[in-house]
């Protein structure tokens, strides 16, 4: 706590103990700064109850990924384990840009409350799905997979 940035260093060693790349952890430390800058903005605006955080995450997610929060984790055979450290690059990518979208909507709403809160996430989460859905039509390749970073024999492992 007194050295904050003791602590993202041993986030980066955990995953690249974990066979992390460089380009995924960087991608995964930027995504988690965009998640609390729009963790900070809710709480500055009446959202207060950890149930709360959690339906406004399955909106945004369940927009641009098509799954909900629990459907993501059963598709990667993940039980306990944070759905983000088991994202591929893209997922991270995508996750993240429906939540910086959903932040800059809800400030230029002035959203307040989970009524406005929840129409921001919808739109925020369907500007990564249209991006999502574009890439998947270049590519013939599903962003959403159950590809995990799983040791073997917890479910099933990806290569980077």
Do not use: C
Request: charged letters at 35%.
């Amino acid at each position: 706590m007194a050295d904050p940035s003791r602590s993202l260093d041993r986030a980066r060693e955990y995953w690249q103990q974990h066979g992390r790349s460089e380009k995924w952890i960087q991608q995964r430390m930027t995504g988690q700064e965009t998640r609390n800058k729009l963790i900070d903005y809710w709480k500055e605006h009446e959202i207060r109850k950890e149930a709360e955080f959690a339906l406004l995450t399955d909106i945004i997610h369940r927009e641009w990924a098509g799954v909900k929060v629990q459907e993501h984790k059963a598709l990667k055979g993940l039980k306990g384990q944070n759905l983000r450290d088991h994202m591929s690059e893209a997922e991270l990518i995508f996750t993240a840009l429906a939540e910086l979208s959903t932040r800059q909507i809800a400030e230029t709403m002035n959203a307040t409350g989970m009524a406005e809160k929840k129409v921001a996430g919808k739109k925020g989460g369907g500007i990564a799905r249209k991006a999502r859905r574009d890439l998947e039509d270049k590519t013939g390749r599903s962003v959403v997979t159950g590809e995990n970073f799983l040791p073997p024999g917890q479910g099933k492992l990806r290569d980077e």
